[in-house]
Antibody, heavy 120, light 107 residues
Framework: QVQLVESGGGVVQPGGSLRLSCAASGFNFNKYGMHWVRQAPGKGLEWVAFIRLDGSDEYYADSVKGRFTVSRDNSKKMLILEMNSLGAEDTAVYYC?????????????WGPGTLVTVSS | EIVLTQSPDFQSVTPKEKVTITCRASQSIGSNVHWYQQKPGQSPKLLITYASQSFSGVPSRFSGSGSGTDFTLTINSLEAEDAATYYCHRSNSLPYTFGQGTKLEIK
């Protein structure tokens, strides 16, 4: 079955950087777009970034554009999120999510998430 | 940016009750609305796609309807395990936003 497992979260100082990873298994990783979605403590869901199945295109929420970069390694079935210039507003659980693969953008499977805390 | 507004924000309900959660878009988005369930301490799970299509494995008591700007998630004969926060989400255009969530408490 589909499994997504995020890693790389932790505590980082304001202005710092962090690299999140998501290991995928149980499906043909190179046939699906992938997303990052985050959830600040006690808050709702916020879509962060999307990368197409072949890595040809990336899309970002305005709140992270220019600071975050999504990438993927299809040979390793890995999704990456590079985060720079982190601020308190980036504190959240970051989820890796698989796209349903239909014409629309739908998150059909999610990982358990990894917590990023930006604090001095 | 198209905004999704859910109502109510919170609802306390009894088992076997029928529950209706609404999601209103600030402009027409066709049927590009999907619903997710998030139980405490867990990641979200997909329930409904394109306003009314049940995702694989979702219990039949969950159903969705609507198009344009007004969408509804209905839970028939609520069960204790349905205690969760429910989110609508739109996929018609960037950015792919969510509603603020509706928390269901089971009495």
């Amino acid at each position: 079955q589909v499994q997504l497992v995020e890693s790389g979260g932790g505590v980082v100082q304001p202005g710092g950087s962090l690299r999140l990873s998501c290991a995928a298994s149980g499906f043909n990783f190179n046939k699906y777009g992938m997303h990052w979605v985050r959830q600040a403590p006690g808050k709702g869901l916020e879509w962060v970034a999307f990368i197409r199945l072949d890595g040809s295109d990336e899309y970002y929420a305005d709140s992270v554009k220019g600071r975050f970069t999504v990438s993927r390694d299809n040979s390793k079935k890995m999704l990456i999120l590079e985060m720079n210039s982190l601020g308190a507003e980036d504190t959240a659980v970051y989820y890796c999510a698989k796209d349903l693969g239909a014409a629309g953008i739908i998150f059909d499977h999610w990982g358990p998430g990894t917590l990023v805390t930006v604090s001095s | 940016e198209i905004v999704l507004t859910q109502s109510p924000d919170f609802q306390s309900v009894t088992p076997k009750e029928k529950v209706t959660i609404t999601c209103r878009a600030s402009q027409s988005i066709g049927s590009n609305v999907h619903w997710y369930q998030q139980k405490p301490g867990q990641s979200p799970k997909l329930l409904i796609t394109y306003a009314s299509q049940s995702f694989s494995g979702v219990p039949s008591r969950f159903s969705g309807s609507g198009s344009g700007t007004d969408f509804t998630l209905t839970i028939n004969s609520l069960e204790a395990e349905d205690a969760a926060t429910y989110y609508c989400h739109r996929s018609n255009s960037l950015p792919y936003t969510f509603g603020q969530g509706t928390k269901l408490e089971i009495k």
